[in-house]
């Protein structure tokens, strides 16, 4: 993660293992390691196996067997994106897994993503006022875009948006257990100027341009 934060996204953005700004009292350590020898001792006691010797690994499926190989669908046309996609790529093969990188223009990658065309998808969201995460990871969220469903993953979202407090930590929890997704980082936005030259900046999270006539 803050490899990525540092050369795909030129240092402007904030590691985190959670659905939640790391400066947010909600945040807490749960799930935030991140350890490939670990990784590889879990694959092992799985039974996965280079059988072939391409540098992949395999998994007994039936009377056969499976490469552990998934596509991970990015866009095209942001640059920053695409290059976090290839690093996580190595990163995963130093351990045997194979992600074949489906880098896809803006159209075809939204009808990859609302066809479920693709194993895992990089992408981005902003978080509502209130940090609830449902529409991505809640059954009937409008960007579960995996379909993923799990009753207690809901009944903790519902506590979390009346009460946080305890509702975050076991939410965050489940969601790190369970992964149906794999936050990354959040995106600081930032605007270069000379300094002393420009007065009365109002950029908006959706509009860096805003009131620019009155700047």
Same mark, same amino acid.
Request: aromatic content about 8%; proline content about 5%; hydrophobic content about 40%.
């Given at each position: 993660?803050?490899?990525?934060?540092?050369?795909?996204?030129?240092?402007?953005?904030? /590691?985190?293992?959670?659905?939640?700004? *790391?400066?947010?009292?909600?945040?807490?350590?749960?799930?935030?390691?991140?350890?490939?020898?670990?990784?590889?001792?879990?694959?092992?006691?799985?039974?996965?196996?280079?059988? $072939?010797?391409?540098?992949?690994?395999?998994?007994?499926?039936?009377?056969?067997?499976? *490469?552990?190989?998934?596509?991970?669908?990015?866009?095209?046309?942001?640059?920053?994106?695409?290059?976090?996609?290839?690093m996580l790529r190595e990163t995963f093969?130093?351990?045997?897994?194979?992600?074949?990188?489906? /880098?896809?223009?803006?159209?075809?990658?939204?009808?990859?993503?609302?066809?479920?065309?693709?194993?895992?998808?990089?992408?981005?969201?902003?978080?509502?006022? $209130?940090?609830?995460?449902?529409?991505?990871?809640?059954?009937?969220?409008l960007l579960n875009y995996g379909g993923?469903?799990?009753?207690?993953?809901?009944?903790?979202?519902?506590?979390?948006?009346?009460?946080?407090? $305890?509702a975050a930590d076991d939410l965050y929890?489940?969601?790190?257990?369970?992964?149906?997704?794999?936050?990354?980082?959040?995106? $600081?936005?930032?605007?270069?100027?000379?300094?002393?030259?420009?007065?009365?900046?109002? *950029?908006? *999270?959706?509009?860096?341009?805003?009131?620019?006539?009155?700047?």
């Amino acid at each position: 993660r803050a490899g990525i934060v540092r050369d795909a996204m030129a240092g402007h953005g904030r /590691a985190s293992a959670l659905p939640v700004p *790391p400066e947010s009292p909600l945040y807490t350590q749960t799930g935030s390691e991140f350890d490939l020898s670990e990784l590889s001792s879990q694959l092992n006691a799985l039974g996965a196996q280079d059988t $072939d010797s391409d540098g992949i690994l395999e998994l007994k499926v039936g009377k056969g067997t499976q *490469p552990m190989s998934f596509d991970l669908v990015v866009n095209a046309e942001n640059a920053s994106k695409v290059l976090a996609a290839n690093m996580l790529r190595e990163t995963f093969l130093s351990v045997g897994i194979s992600l074949n990188v489906r /880098a896809l223009k803006w159209s075809d990658y939204l009808t990859a993503a609302e066809s479920g065309d693709f194993d895992i998808l990089y992408a981005e969201t902003l978080l509502p006022c $209130d940090l609830s995460p449902a529409q991505i990871v809640g059954t009937d969220g409008l960007l579960n875009y995996g379909g993923y469903a799990d009753e207690q993953i809901d009944a903790l979202l519902e506590q979390f948006v009346s009460s946080r407090g $305890d509702a975050a930590d076991d939410l965050y929890a489940r969601i790190a257990q369970q992964a149906p997704i794999i936050p990354i980082l959040f995106e $600081d936005t930032t605007i270069y100027t000379h300094r002393g030259q420009v007065r009365g900046i109002a *950029p908006l *999270p959706g509009n860096i341009y805003n009131d620019i006539s009155n700047w």
